[in-house]
């Protein structure tokens, strides 16, 4: 089936929007095998998006109309290249919609947000085990950067190393 881009419309999310926002984050929690790990709430979401200091943003994908997709972002800094760059910590295409463009659509839009925010970076991480995400992320030119592990603290690590002097 061929899709005209027509059909794919992206558009910021509104406040109005966390409902549809944390369905799609559970979905995606859900096709990672993490659904057991979101403690998202509308409440933290209306916070941490729309406050008086958000901390990222939010692009929702439609299709004829229909909410089918969402991207998470925020900026990051890069110290050697000395400018601000973009994160996307979610990208999330409903299963029965993927293959019609809509995840390229949203990295689309996220690469001129990029340019014209002038960022000298975008920049994602992709779960090892999925195949499917790390070939169409290649076939966009992505390349990945394997000499980097990423390291996290949460939860308890987090708040120990926190108390420490």
């Not at 369905?23 to 406050?51: C, D, M, P, S, W």
């Amino acid at each position: 089936m061929k899709v005209s881009m027509n059909q794919i419309e992206i558009k910021n999310a509104q406040e109005n929007d966390i409902p549809l926002i944390l369905t799609f984050i559970k979905e995606l929690a859900h096709y990672e095998k993490l659904a057991h790990v979101v403690v998202a709430t509308e409440e933290n979401l209306r916070e941490h998006l729309f406050g008086a200091n958000p901390k990222a943003e939010v692009v929702l994908a439609y299709f004829e109309n229909e909410p089918v997709g969402f991207a998470l972002f925020f900026h990051n800094f890069s110290t050697f290249v000395g400018r601000p760059g973009i994160y996307l910590e979610d990208l999330f295409v409903r299963e029965s919609m993927r293959g019609k463009g809509i995840g390229k659509a949203l990295l689309v839009h996220l690469a001129k947000i990029a340019v014209e925010r002038n960022c000298g970076r975008f920049e994602w991480a992709v779960l090892d085990w999925n195949s499917p995400a790390i070939e169409f992320y290649k076939s966009l030119g992505a390349l990945p950067v394997d000499d980097w592990t990423i390291f996290r603290l949460a939860g308890d690590s987090l708040q120990n190393l926190a108390r420490q002097k």
